[in-house]
């Protein structure tokens, strides 16, 4: 995939904060990370900035949610009204960019039915394109008893379920004195885990209808699964039906074996912009160093997530 062609990527891992939200995120950062919070905060809010890729012609759209995580309180917790509104919020942005900007549900998963039913209004009421969902909660993993009544909206309506990293202690305050890329992998190991839940805990057994997508930090779980697993061959066939995963971090080698492991139709372009923002030049990079061929590259820059949200 040359360079000239970039405007053919479908970000599917972008990231949107209304300023009527205040971002907290920053404030529960490790102290070395918390000046780079300052200024993801101001670009979070910038609508303008959230399409000018797409206006200059890098990519064809964008897949955005609005992170609850990113305006929690110190516990992980946003107020059920703010959820709503947070819903209002992405659909109308969706709305006043057509074609261009796709919206994802935010919903508390932990929070038992409530979740389920606002999942379901912002899926059938507001044409939200699927779920956005934390990984984990405190002790609590995505397989957890208060986390099903929202996955099964989600199976039973066919639409995916972003199950996004969370900072997870007390791994998260181990990595801090190594920066970013500490922070990260204990994001990943998260939700590595979260994967590793889903598969062992029965829960894609119990929802045959369940699609689920992990960020490419997710990888070491989705290696996990395939060789480690306590049912290998039922957890292989598990992941190339109901698991699909990102290019958050591409490298040739990674996307390789994404694919190797779930199918190329299940490897779908995402950035995690603001927060990463490199453009669209090393996922075209990765996939020419992948060798993969012009029908794969487009599946991974723009038709598996059509397929997946059904646009």
Known sequence: MSHDVDSTVIDFHSHYVPARFEVTAGKFAPPNQRARWDTLARKLADEDLLLKDIREGHLAARVVNIPAQLIADADG???????????????????????????????????????????????????????FVDCARGELM??????????????????????????????TRQMAPYGVVGTLFARGTANSAAL???????????????????TALAFGGLAAAAALSSRRAQASDTLHRHVFIDTMWPHAAL?????????????????DWPIV??????????????????????????????RLLGF
Do not use: K, W
């Not at 959820?83 to 929070?111: C, K």
């Open 77 to 131: 917790r946003v107020p059920h009204d703010v959820i709503v509104a947070i819903n209002d919020e992405v659909a109308a942005l969706a709305a006043r960019h057509p074609g261009h900007i796709h919206a994802l549900a935010s919903v508390d998963a932990y929070d038992g039915e409530r979740s389920a039913r606002e999942a379901e209004r912002a899926i059938r009421e507001l044409g939200l394109r699927g779920l």
């Open 142 to 171: 995505i397989d957890a008893p208060q986390a099903r009544p929202t996955l099964d909206v989600a199976a039973a309506l066919g639409v995916p379920v972003f199950v996004h990293p969370v900072a997870p202690q007390p791994l």
């Open 196 to 214: 590793l839940a889903l598969i062992e805990g029965g829960v894609f057994a119990a929802l045959p209808g369940l699609r689920i997508v992990v």
């Open 255 to 271: 996307l390789r074996a994404a694919i190797d492991l779930v199918g190329v139709e299940h490897v779908l372009a995402g950035s």
């Open 277 to 306: 923002d490199e453009g669209t030049g090393p996922l075209a990079d990765a996939m020419q160093g992948a060798r993969l061929s012009a029908a794969e590259q487009n599946a991974v820059a723009v038709g598996n997530c059509r």
